[in-house]
């Protein structure tokens, strides 16, 4: 493989672990309420606006910047569900789709009014000249990337997999009226994945912010980009999503070679479109009972 | 009987007065509001992009609010019919009314395309995939800069040439957007109010009881996707002709959501509704100029509010004012026309009287087998519902499947329905090997079915429930729809009549034009068969239908299931109130834990040890 393929592949990486970073938000949502959250790219919107604004005209360091960032996306998140989605109680999927799409909208004025509607950007975490890996140019910001989606990814899964916290989110995904009966309190559950699910987001904000133009209008596009990548590998399968975020990180990049930068979009939902012809489950989903 | 004939005609005719009442308010904002702003060339422009949108919204009500799909491809049809249009005049000088029809064949072959592909998805994966299609069709506008301008926007478009009168004020589209919104609003009110109407509120409402009431329901949402994109052809094109130059920006993705949001905010399911929703969305900015950088903002919290205080929208809230009135007008004239001669009086439905002697008496020798099963098996992740079950069922017999919970009572009846495929064994159907596909074919052979818990189609009235039973009867299609031929009326009328019939026989015609939340959980039942048999059918599933029901109740039943099966109706019920499966059935099937352990008439059944150990335990035989 030669330099410039390798480029390619890396700078699909980087853009997919975003898009699995967002994505395993979504799904972690969807597992505990049944709920997709179109309101979910704001988070990341919050995140990398909240920490640019701190370290531009205010001057915070760039590593508390980037904390308070995530803070900001959680805590955002964590009011979102005690003031909207809790109120809605278990009103019909119909409802909640267009609710969270409202809400997106909303939040999307909101970041217009403070952070104005030209893009912010961090600085690059570590200064320096890109690396030579291979004859591949690689930003270090992008192995930025690619290293904390790495560690957050394993805390995730470590989370998920082997603590109560994690049982009881599962346990919930599986039956909510069951979970509860069985003494979890399934409503602090649901609010702290809320709270984490939208901190991850706030996480890939400041994480692309250094090399992505992120404004006002680009947090719809990223949530339906999330949610595109979580049904190409599975919503229920938390390794689907992950994989389905990068896949579409890769794809985009490649199409982005071989077709054109203004149809990359396009690209991804044709094939979002094709593939829930022939497998709507996703490629690591599992098939879904009647 | 008559008494409650004329009080049904009364109530339509009270509801449509209430309708063209609702027509007279709109077309009276129509006709004042611009009428005031006359002079005012900027508030003008205004009131014709309401109206224009208005067009869009028409559609999307009967997709979105009628039909319940959830899909936001509208800004993509929008745009289609916009651009097709555009560059025909604008590349190769087509004039745009021509410009306009071919817009409109392109997206309904589009629609048609895009909704095979994803119509078969529910919720949230429609929503996204649709939504994909709409950055889809944007982003593909903006590409192709050679034909359409790219992001700058596609200029050179013929002006708009009608009757030989150059189009170019904005009253003159004000006009013609006027009439187009209204021609779509009365299309959109035939349409909903048809057969294929009746067809669209059930698929939306409840897609599986409708199949079983056999209509298509995969085809029904997708004629009214197309129907859909139509409207928003049509409004698309008289958009570019109004705007001279259009960009892809003009029909993004967040255009599509504010199309929902007018519609959710001038309320849906009215037809009329949304035009509010978008005079509300396009005025207020224009009065409170200071406000213009809290739009975005105020329009989401907007939709947000409206969703979560008042899901009818403005249009909701004021019909509910209006039903208010009519609702006690109406309960008055029930309280006048009841009088004691009218009490329930299935009875009448064939000549079997209370004693319970059947007067045709089934008889094995004669009847022929409608429905054979052979060896048929159906488990669920390694759990067996249905272990290699056999029977027969014969012409005019009325058989019970009885068994512990569990026994996979339901799951026969999802089979022999179509709505689950089996792994082993066959259903022979009238002798014809069962048709494995869609269940609404099933529905169509002749086999209706009743659920467990009553499935009516809440967002319909009473008589409308019971007229989608006649679905696979009527012969109307779409066009008949639309222009509302004389023989669709007469159709429509007899259809109605025999629907009140059918009421009538069942003791709650006088309830023909409520909704369903004012009926009893009896009265659901009731409605439910009486749905059922709407569609003549020739054998008739009965899923519990004892189930909830008080004694008199229950005799009420058991004489109406006698009187059915004395009609010529092949019965198979699963019931659990074995008094009532004694004393009416011809033949017992016992099932448990998914196989047959006994078949016979009640008596040979009352004595089987087999069964009582089912039922009893082992060793219950004994006692």
Redesign the interface.
């Known amino acids: 493989m030669n330099g410039f393929w390798l480029q390619v592949l890396f700078g699909g990486l980087t853009s997919g672990s975003i898009y699995a970073l967002v994505a395993v938000g979504l799904a972690l949502i969807y597992r505990a309420t049944r709920v997709?959250n179109f309101a979910h790219g704001e988070f990341v919107v919050i995140g990398a606006l909240t920490a640019a604004s701190l370290v531009d005209p205010i001057g915070l360091p760039l590593a508390a910047a980037a904390v308070l960032g995530v803070v900001a996306a959680g805590a955002t998140g964590f009011l979102f569900e005690r003031l909207?989605l809790r109120?809605?109680g278990d009103?019909p999927?119909?409802?909640l789709?267009?609710?969270t799409?409202?809400?997106?909208?909303?939040?999307?004025?909101?970041e217009?009014?403070l952070w104005g509607k030209d893009p912010l950007r961090l600085p690059s975490f570590s200064s320096g000249t890109s690396w030579k890996i291979g004859g591949a140019a690689i930003l270090p910001q992008a192995l930025w990337v690619l290293g904390v989606t790495a560690v957050v990814m394993m805390i995730v899964g470590f989370v998920l997999q082997r603590t109560a916290y994690g049982k009881a989110v599962r346990a919930c995904a599986e039956n909510s009226t069951a979970a509860s009966l069985a003494g979890i309190d399934v409503k602090s559950v649901i609010a702290w994945t809320h709270l984490a699910s939208a901190a991850l987001g706030g996480v890939a904000g400041v994480l692309i912010s250094p090399i992505a133009a992120i404004d006002f209008q680009s947090g719809?596009?990223l949530a339906?980009k999330a949610?595109?990548a979580a049904?190409i590998g599975g919503l229920d399968r938390m390794s689907g999503v992950v994989l389905g975020g990068l896949l579409l990180g890769v794809i985009e990049a490649f199409s982005t070679v071989f077709i054109?930068s203004?149809?990359k979009?396009?690209f991804?939902?044709?094939i979002?479109?094709l593939l829930?012809?022939v497998r709507?489950q996703g490629l690591l989903g599992l098939r879904r009972?009647? | 009987m008559n008494a409650r004939l004329e009080i049904a005609r009364t109530e339509r005719q009270t509801e449509f007065g209430g309708r063209s009442s609702a027509w007279l308010v709109a077309a009276i904002v129509l006709a004042i509001v611009p009428a005031m702003l006359l002079y005012d060339s900027y508030l003008m422009e205004t009131c014709a992009s309401i109206v224009i949108f208005s067009i869009v919204l028409v559609g999307l009500d009967l997709v979105i609010g009628y039909g319940e799909l959830l899909a936001f491809s509208h800004g993509a049809f929008f745009a289609i019919g916009a651009y097709v249009m555009g560059v025909l005049s604008a590349r190769y000088g087509v004039p745009l009314p021509m410009g306009a029809a071919l817009a409109i064949v392109a997206n309904a072959v589009i629609a048609a395309l895009i909704g095979v592909a994803t119509l078969r998805l529910q919720g949230y994966y429609l929503a996204v995939a649709t939504l994909g299609f709409g950055i889809i069709v944007t982003e593909t506008l903006g590409t192709l800069v050679d034909f359409t301008g790219g992001w700058s926007g596609l200029r050179g478009m013929a002006p708009l040439v009608l009757f030989q009168h150059r189009v170019t004020e904005d009253i003159e589209f004000y006009g013609i957007g006027v009439a187009v919104l209204l021609i779509g609003i009365a299309i959109g009110r035939n349409v909903i109010h048809s057969r294929f109407g009746r067809a669209v509120r059930a698929s939306g409402n409840d897609a599986l009881a409708a199949e079983m009431l056999g209509v298509p329901t995969s085809q029904v949402r997708l004629e009214l996707f197309v129907i859909g994109a139509i409207y928003a052809s049509v409004a698309g094109s008289l958009y570019a002709a109004f705007l001279r130059v259009i960009t892809p920006a003009n029909f993004d993705v967040v255009t599509s959501i504010n199309m929902v949001l007018m519609l959710f905010l001038g309320g849906k399911e009215t037809l009329w509704g949304p035009v509010l929703g978008a005079t509300i969305l396009r005025v207020l900015p224009e009065v409170a100029e200071g406000l213009n950088d809290y739009k975005t903002l105020i329009q989401g919290a907007l939709f947000v509010a409206v969703l979560m205080f008042f899901p009818g929208g403005i249009a909701g809230f004021l019909l509910v004012q209006f039903r208010k009135v009519g609702r006690r007008e109406m309960n008055a004239s029930i309280a006048r026309s009841r009088d004691p001669q009218t009490s329930p009086d299935v009875a009448d439905i064939s000549p079997r009287g209370a004693s319970g002697a059947p007067v045709a008496p089934y008889s094995k020798s004669t009847a022929g087998t409608v429905l054979r099963v052979d060896g048929l098996s159906k488990a669920f992740g390694g759990v067996a519902a249905l272990d290699d079950v056999s029977f027969d069922l014969r012409a005019g017999q009325l058989k019970a499947v009885i068994g512990p919970n569990g026994a996979g009572k339901t799951t026969l009846f999802n089979l022999l329905t179509g709505v689950l495929q089996p792994n082993a064994g066959s259903i022979e159907l009238f002798g014809r090997p069962f048709s494995i596909g869609r269940p609404h074919k099933i529905a169509r052979e002749g086999v209706a079915r009743t659920f467990q818990t009553p499935r009516l189609f809440a967002n319909m009235t009473i008589l409308e429930n019971v007229l989608v039973g006649r679905h696979t009867k009527l012969r109307a299609n779409l066009i008949d729809a639309i222009v509302r031929t004389p023989a669709d009326r007469k159709e429509e009328r007899t259809a109605a009549q025999n629907a009140e019939c059918l009421l009538e026989r069942l003791g709650i015609a006088h309830l023909a034009c409520a909704h369903i939340e004012s009926l009893s959980f009896g009265q659901r039942r009731l409605l439910e068969i009486a749905r059922c048999l709407a569609m003549e059918p020739r054998i008739l599933l009965l899923d519990e239908p004892a189930a909830g029901l008080n004694d008199t109740e229950k005799l009420e039943l058991s004489r109406l299931l006698l009187n059915l099966r004395n009609a010529g109706i092949t019965l198979l019920l699963v019931e659990h109130d074995m008094r009532l499966v004694m004393s009416i059935t011809d033949e017992i099937l016992v099932l448990d834990h998914g196989r047959k352990i006994a078949e016979g008439t009640p008596e040979l059944i009352r004595r089987d040890k087999a069964v009582l150990e089912a039922y009893l335990g082992a060793g219950a035989s004994h006692v």
Do not use: N
Request: aromatic letters at 6%.
């Open positions: 997709i909207v109120p809605m009103k999927v119909f409802v789709i267009l609710c799409l409202g809400c997106s909208i909303a939040f999307r004025g909101a217009m009014l719809l596009l339906i949610l595109t049904i054109s203004a149809m979009d396009a991804a939902f044709a979002l479109i829930l012809m709507p009972t009647q």
